[in-house]
Antibody, heavy 117, light 107 residues
Framework: EVQLVESGGGLVQPGGPLRLSCAAS????????LTWVRQAPGKGLEWVAN????????NSVDSVKGRFTISRDNDKSSMSLLMNSLRVEDTAVYYC??????????WGQGTMVTVSS | SFELTQPPSVSVSPGQTARITCSGD??????TYWYQQKPGQAPVLVIY???ERPSGIPERFSGSSSGTTVTLTISGVQAEDEADYYC??????????FGGGTKLTVL
């Protein structure tokens, strides 16, 4: 059974850092692109960043470029999102997502990040 | 980057057909995915690659594509289908974009 478990969310002050983690199991982790998607309270889904299976390619939405860094450890089947210079508008539930061929598409339960003073 | 446009809301009575559209200039070149999200839950894939239905998704869910518009059709809507629906596509650089979401209300 595919499982994605996010952790690391919490309350952080504006300008502060936070690291999110995603622990994966139930599939061959090193074969798949991984993605972070977020959802602000009462708002829609927003793609944040993704990373290639071997880590050689990373993409991110313009609003987080230079502040957020996505990484992965294929030996530990885990992915991270290091978030620096956090802003109030980064407040959201952050989901870890894996998608492959056909209908292989799994989301974690999400972790809440609140940026507030 | 590109944008995907969805109507904010669609309302139908039980048993009727609901159609939710998603428009974007890049859609003829890229596959579209549709997600259903109920309050407090993670999104669930209901259509992939424009018109394919994942295993476990009821047959009343279907997808179609025509030019720059893709459509999610729910035939014989049931009360349990009330949810937010999002279309999603990617540009050639593996960058995903979501539509703004459509709230489906079952009257």
């Amino acid at each position: 059974e595919v499982q994605l478990v996010e952790s690391g969310g919490g309350l952080v002050q504006p300008g502060g850092p936070l690291r999110l983690s995603c622990a994966a199991s139930g599939f061959t982790f090193s074969d798949f692109w991984l993605t972070w998607v977020r959802q602000a309270p009462g708002k829609g889904l927003e793609w944040v960043a993704n990373i290639k299976p071997d880590g050689s390619e990373k993409n991110s939405v313009d609003s987080v470029k230079g502040r957020f860094t996505i990484s992965r450890d294929n030996d530990k089947s885990s992915m991270s999102l290091l978030m620096n210079s956090l802003r109030v508008e980064d407040t959201a539930v952050y989901y870890c997502v894996v998608r492959g061929l056909h209908d292989f598409d799994y989301w974690g339960q999400g972790t809440m990040v609140t940026v507030s003073s | 980057s590109f944008e995907l446009t969805q109507p904010p809301s669609v309302s139908v009575s039980p048993g009727q057909t609901a159609r939710i559209t998603c428009s974007g200039d890049a859609l003829p070149k890229q596959y579209t995915y549709w997600y259903q999200q109920k309050p407090g839950q993670a999104p669930v894939l209901v259509i992939y690659k424009d018109s394919e239905r994942p295993s476990g998704i009821p047959e009343r869910f279907s997808g179609s594509s025509s030019g720059t518009t893709v459509t999610l059709t729910i035939s014989g809507v049931q009360a349990e289908d009330e949810a937010d629906y999002y279309c999603e596509s990617a540009d050639s650089s593996s960058i995903w974009v979501f539509g703004g979401g459509t709230k489906l209300t079952v009257l």
